[in-house]
């Protein structure tokens, strides 16, 4: 139903989520953000059972933000991520585990840009591209197919376009709209959010 | 309820964490020390302090245990491996199905916020009560529309109630309505995968204008400007798409509420009887007078019947 995607570059990553907040067959919201902010150049990207993104996001979020706070300099993605992945295995044999599926991307000033693919049984990957979701399945051969490491931001946002287009056009659900993000040395860029054409939304007076 | 906490006054030795002990241990975000049971036996009882600190609110659920564990150890030695990792007891055979039908919605426009549910209150297939009271007062500013299971939404929103207006007494000032979602949230997140069932729509007017949360026991927590919640929302949805928005007036706001409320009663089995409508305003809420749907129904029929009256009535004019 919710679809996540993240393509990394040589200096940058970007990464994009579907915005409707469902429930069984309503479409309760069409505007939600499913990225959070752990800190200037790292977001996480979370989808899955209804609570655990909000809360399990919202936690590791408040965690980093702590580390900070404590010691003064904040994680690198590499390890937020394997923070994230090591509190998603220790919930995971316990009575309550977190059924989520995450993309952790960051940018560090020695590593470069990184890519983090977490599933819900929390296996972690660092991968140049990937995707959660039904539309994993539609989209993963695109990526496979035009992916280069040396995309500039404009190849990679046109590879990201292809994909959405593919969703649009064979995935059964209807999915609107998709915020986009991209991560680069400067920090978080909110880019335009892409509406494959023919997607139908709900269309809604702005309110003041 | 309040008072008693604020007080100090504790009747049951049991943890006070709000938090109930089903599943917490650990890393939930609490940075905050448990005090266990040994110190608060210690200390003894009535301590003022411990309602004091900021967030910890004692929440004492007395928990029985299940009159069915001594069977279900002996279950144990035939049943697989898997089993063993499960503390608790297999849940008990409730007498009826619980019941989720209802129609509730909510939607912000440029005058406030509107909320609007039926009263029906079923169960197992027969209407239990036809005046339940499904939109409930918070405070002047806020209202809760309940749905899913009716015991639950009480016991809920009379938890939510105290816990808002203890904040205010600490704080001297009211809790934001995002605050009270999140607050109603977080509250429910250990229930989350027992059978407890409240899917709640906050509306409420604070210092960043009106506002609309839906929260829910699942887990869910969003922000929006039209909600409806219960089995029969897809019909009020189906009103309300069309026609909501936010320069609506107060009038057009109400009409279509009743509308999407009376469309929803029509074809759903368990929502009906009557509707009520709150209109919360920058001054706080008001409440419309409770209607019968039934009137309602029949005036349409009583429309349908005239025109039909007038068209054949054309017709044979024109022959």
């Known amino acids: ?208 | 309820m309040a008072l008693q906490d604020v007080s100090g006054f504790q009747d049951t030795p049991m943890s006070h964490r709000w938090n109930t002990p089903v599943s917490l241990s650990g890393p939930m975000g609490d940075t905050t020390p448990l005090l266990d049971m040994a110190d608060e036996r210690i200390l003894g009882w009535g301590r003022f302090k411990s309602s004091e600190r900021d967030g910890e609110v004692p929440l004492r659920f007395f928990i029985p245990t299940p009159q069915s564990s001594v069977p279900f150890r002996c279950d144990n030695r035939h049943t697989s491996l898997s089993s063993l990792s499960t503390s608790s007891s297999p849940p008990t055979r409730r007498p009826f199905p619980l019941c989720h039908g209802t129609t509730t919605l909510a939607f912000v426009f440029q005058g406030g916020v509107i909320a609007a549910a039926d009263t029906r209150a079923s169960c197992s297939g027969h209407v239990a009560c036809p005046s339940a009271q499904k939109i409930l007062p918070i405070h002047s500013h806020l209202l809760v529309t309940t749905s899913g299971s009716g015991a639950d939404c009480m016991l809920w929103e009379r938890i939510l109630a105290r816990e808002i207006r203890l904040y205010q007494l600490r704080h001297g000032r009211r809790l934001s309505i995002t605050g009270s979602a999140k607050l109603l949230s977080h509250m429910l997140h250990p229930f989350k995968g027992t059978d407890v069932c409240v899917a709640a729509t906050l509306c409420g007017w604070d210092r960043c204008g009106p506002k609309l949360f839906y929260v829910c026991s699942d887990g869910t927590r969003l922000q929006g400007e039209l909600f409806s919640v219960g089995s029969g929302s897809p019909y009020a949805y189906g009103v309300l798409d069309g026609e909501v928005r936010w320069s609506l007036n107060e009038q057009e706001a109400i009409s279509l509420a009743r509308e999407a409320v009376y469309r929803a009663t029509h074809r759903d089995a368990y929502s009906g009887n009557c509707v009520d409508l709150f209109h919360i305003t920058a001054q706080g809420y008001c409440r419309r007078d409770r209607e019968d749907l039934r009137e309602e129904y029949h005036r349409e029929r009583e429309r349908e019947r005239v025109l039909k009256r007038g068209k054949e009535k054309s017709e044979e004019d024109k022959k």
């Open chain 1, 1 to 208: 139903m919710e679809y996540l995607i993240g393509i990394q570059g040589q200096d940058f990553v970007l990464v994009a989520a579907d915005n409707i907040a469902a429930n069984s067959i309503i479409q309760m919201k069409q505007d939600q953000d499913k990225m959070f902010k752990l800190s200037d150049k790292i977001l996480l990207l979370c989808v899955g059972e209804a609570g655990d993104t909000v809360q399990f996001a919202e936690y590791i979020q408040k965690n980093i933000q702590l580390y900070k706070m404590r010691n003064g300099y904040e994680l690198s993605p590499k390890a937020a991520a394997n923070f994230t992945r090591k509190n998603l295995a220790d919930y995971l044999r316990s009575r309550t585990p977190y059924h989520v599926n995450l993309l952790l991307a960051g940018f560090d000033e020695t590593d470069g840009p990184g890519l983090y693919y977490m599933d819900h049984l929390s296996a972690l990957a660092k991968a140049p591209f990937a995707a959660h979701g039904y539309g994993a399945y539609l989209t993963l051969s695109i990526l496979d197919r035009y992916y280069r490491p040396d995309l500039t931001r404009d190849e990679a946002v046109d590879l990201l376009k292809k994909c959405v287009e593919e969703l649009n056009k064979r995935f059964i659900l209807n999915l609107p709209s998709f915020s986009v993000r991209l991560i680069d040395t400067e920090g978080i860029h909110d880019l335009e959010k892409i509406m494959p054409v023919g997607a139908k939304s709900l269309a809604r007076a702005p309110s003041s």
